[in-house]
C-alpha cells in the first residue's frame, strides 16, 4: 500500500511540474507575439506621422496684392494637389495634398538658389505628371530679367522630382505635359526642353 501510494503521489507530482512547464511555455510565447505587434504599431504610427499630416505652408516673402505671386497649386485629375513656394531663405519648395489623407506632406526642397525667388511659379498637371517653371535673379526686382531658370517633373507618387538648371537665361514661358503625363515641353522662343519619362532632360536651342 505504501508503495501504491508513493507512485501515485510522484507521478501526480510530475503531472503538476508537466503543468506548470507548458503554462511557462504559453506565457512565454504570448509575449513575443505582444512585442511583434507592438513593435508592428509604433511602425504604422511613425509612418503616419510623416505622411500628409502637414498643413499647406504659405510664402514668407512680402507681397501686397492677392495673390502672391510666390506660391501656386495645381490639381491633378485624381483629386491630388501640388503647391510649391518660395522662402525668403532662397530655396523652392513643394508639397503634395492627399484627398484620403486630407493633409498636405511635409515641405521639401526643390532648389536652392544663389539669388531671391524672380517672376513667380508655373505649374502645370495632366495624368500623374506635375511640371514646374522657377525663377531667381540678383536684381528682378528692380525689373532685370532671373539668372537662374529651373524647370522641374514629377510623376506618380510625386515624392521625386526630376530639376534642370538653367543659368543666363530668361526664363522658360511655357510647360506643356503630354495627354498621357511621358512627356513635357518647356518652351522660350526657339529654346525647347524637354522631358521624358524614359530619358529625362534633354534641350535644344534655337
Known amino acids: 500500500m505504501y508503495k501504491t501510494g508513493s507512485r501515485a503521489l510522484v507521478a501526480g507530482l510530475r503531472a503538476l511540474a508537466a ?32 505622411g500628409h ?3 499647406l505652408r504659405h ?3 512680402p507681397w501686397s496684392g492677392s495673390p502672391s505671386p510666390f506660391e501656386s497649386q495645381v490639381r491633378l485629375a485624381d483629386g491630388r494637389r501640388v503647391a510649391m513656394h518660395h522662402l525668403r531663405d532662397k530655396r523652392l519648395y513643394v508639397q503634395d495634398y492627399s484627398p484620403e489623407e ?14 531671391e525667388a524672380c517672376q513667380g511659379i508655373t ?7 506635375v511640371a514646374a517653371i522657377a525663377d531667381f535673379g540678383t536684381y528682378c526686382a528692380d525689373g532685370e530679367p532671373p539668372t537662374e531658370s529651373v524647370a522641374a517633373v514629377a510623376t506618380g507618387s510625386l515624392t521625386q522630382w526630376n530639376r534642370h538648371l538653367t543659368k543666363d537665361f530668361d526664363g522658360w ?17 526657339g529654346d525647347t526642353l524637354k522631358w521624358t519619362k524614359s530619358g529625362g532632360f534633354s534641350r535644344d536651342q534655337a
Open 19 to 50: 503543468g506548470a512547464a507548458a503554462v511557462a511555455v504559453l506565457l512565454a510565447g504570448s509575449g513575443q507575439s505582444l512585442g511583434r505587434d507592438a513593435a508592428e504599431r509604433d511602425g504604422t504610427d511613425r509612418e503616419a506621422a510623416g
Open 53 to 55: 499630416t502637414h498643413e
Open 59 to 61: 510664402s514668407d516673402i
Open 102 to 115: 486630407r493633409g498636405w506632406s511635409k515641405p521639401a526642397v526643390v532648389h536652392r538658389a544663389k539669388s
Open 123 to 129: 505649374l502645370r498637371a495632366r495624368a500623374t505628371t
Open 173 to 189: 514661358e511655357k510647360a506643356l505635359v503630354s495627354p498621357s503625363g511621358k512627356q513635357v515641353t518647356f518652351k522660350r522662343g
